[in-house]
């Protein structure tokens, strides 16, 4: 009598990589401090100290990290910051 052999399906498991993302912020001679100071804290909802800080990173140095994260996150910052026209980047 041949045995029956029978076989066992795991069902498969979505696995999900979410690459790390930054939202960079450019320095331009359009804005005031004020300006992006409050955009940034609208955007990331931070202390006023930390958005005067990358506020002053950018204007310093040209750019600077806003935030990093998921990247569907980055992707709402980036969309904030630009209502008022300031210029990002999302780096992945």
């Not at 009598?1 to 029978?6: C, L, V």
């Not at 004020?34 to 204007?59: G, N, S």
């Amino acid at each position: 009598m041949a045995q029956k052999s029978s076989v066992v399906t795991r069902p498969e498991k979505k696995i999900e990589i979410s690459l790390p993302a930054k939202v960079i912020l450019f320095n331009d001679d359009y804005h005031t401090f004020e300006e992006v100071i409050a955009q940034i804290i609208k955007a990331i909802h931070c202390p006023r100290e930390q958005a005067e800080a990358i506020t002053w990173e950018a204007h310093t140095k040209g750019r600077a990290i806003v935030t990093s994260g998921e990247l569907e996150e980055c992707l709402r910052v980036s969309k904030v910051l630009e209502e008022i026209k300031l210029q990002t980047q999302i780096e992945i």
